[in-house]
């Protein structure tokens, strides 16, 4: 049987995607280390709870970025990780340090990129008026947020949304598509086309469209 493939998961807080991606058990993976710059990251409890071995490096006792990547490298490298997964890890990262772990650094963003990058992205979202948004785990390059997509979830921006209730509808969304993103590269499924985009072998894809229409009035479902 082949060895299985080892995830180390950065975080900055609360660890709900790291949560769920050590919930999902993914066949072949084995989440090595937990990794947080912030030493009061709530997921850091979650996943000492379920010995995962787990690590600060804070980032306010470094003086420069690069200083920082260099540690982080560091402790990343002696879990000998297959695949670096950005789940809310909240630190810029430099281009010496996305280079090392080009092909096998993922993350999740909280917008249907190119669309939002950056923070703040369910308010933009609503702010524009917006029918949909969603989220987007894809591989990590210098251009922050910017990366070949591997998968997207969309989900509706209604009339009455909040930020708080559109970012609780896509969080939903994202704990499913990052271990199914994640389940892809264990399974080596994954390949860049020569213009830079991903190809998953054998995906299968819902055929459905999703329409929001430009009203405030909501209609009672026909069934
Ligand atoms: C998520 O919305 C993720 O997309 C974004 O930051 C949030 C982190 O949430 N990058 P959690 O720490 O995984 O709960």
Same mark, same amino acid.
């Given at each position: 049987?082949?060895?299985?493939?080892?995830?180390?998961?950065?975080?900055?807080?609360?660890?709900?995607?790291? !949560?769920?991606?050590?919930?999902?058990?993914?066949?072949?993976?084995?989440?090595?280390? %937990?990794?947080?710059?912030?030493?009061?990251?709530?997921? @850091?409890?979650?996943?000492?709870?379920?010995?995962?071995?787990?690590?600060?490096?804070?980032?306010?006792?470094?003086?420069?970025?690069?200083?920082? =990547?260099?540690?982080?490298?560091?402790?990343? =490298?002696?879990?000998?990780? =297959?695949?670096?997964?950005?789940?809310?890890?909240?630190?810029?990262?430099?281009?010496?340090?996305?280079?090392?772990? &080009?092909?096998?650094?993922?993350?999740?963003?909280?917008? @249907?990129?190119?669309?939002? +990058?950056?923070?703040?992205?369910?308010?933009?979202?609503?702010?524009?008026?917006?029918?949909?948004?969603?989220?987007?785990?894809?591989?990590?390059?210098?251009?922050?947020?910017?990366?070949?997509?591997?998968?997207?979830?969309? %989900? +509706?921006?209604? +009339?009455?949304?909040?930020? !708080?209730?559109?970012?609780?509808?896509?969080?939903?969304?994202?704990?499913?598509?990052? +271990?199914?993103?994640?389940?892809?590269?264990? &399974?080596?499924?994954?390949?860049?086309?020569? !213009?830079?985009? %991903?190809? %998953?072998?054998?995906?299968?894809?819902?055929?459905?469209? @999703?329409?929001?229409?430009?009203?405030?009035?909501?209609?009672?479902?026909?069934?």
């Amino acid at each position: 049987m082949a060895a299985e493939k080892r995830l180390v998961i950065l975080i900055s807080g609360r660890g709900s995607n790291m !949560e769920a991606i050590v919930r999902a058990q993914i066949p072949g993976a084995t989440v090595a280390a %937990v990794i947080s710059n912030r030493p009061d990251a709530a997921g @850091l409890r979650f996943a000492q709870q379920h010995g995962i071995a787990t690590e600060v490096v804070d980032h306010k006792a470094f003086p420069t970025r690069d200083a920082f =990547d260099k540690m982080l490298a560091e402790r990343i =490298d002696h879990y000998r990780p =297959d695949l670096v997964v950005l789940a809310g890890f909240m630190r810029i990262l430099g281009e010496a340090f996305v280079r090392r772990y &080009e092909g096998r650094m993922m993350n999740i963003h909280p917008s @249907l990129l190119p669309a939002f +990058p950056g923070l703040h992205t369910h308010e933009r979202a609503i702010a524009e008026g917006c029918r949909v948004h969603g989220a987007t785990v894809h591989f990590v390059t210098p251009a922050l947020d910017h990366g070949p997509i591997i998968i997207q979830a969309a %989900v +509706p921006v209604l +009339p009455e949304d909040t930020p !708080e209730t559109l970012a609780a509808r896509v969080l939903r969304e994202e704990h499913r598509i990052y +271990p199914q993103a994640i389940h892809w590269f264990v &399974e080596g499924r994954i390949s860049l086309t020569p !213009e830079g985009r %991903v190809v %998953v072998a054998q995906a299968r894809f819902p055929d459905t469209a @999703l329409h929001v229409p430009a009203t405030t009035e909501r209609e009672e479902a026909h069934v």
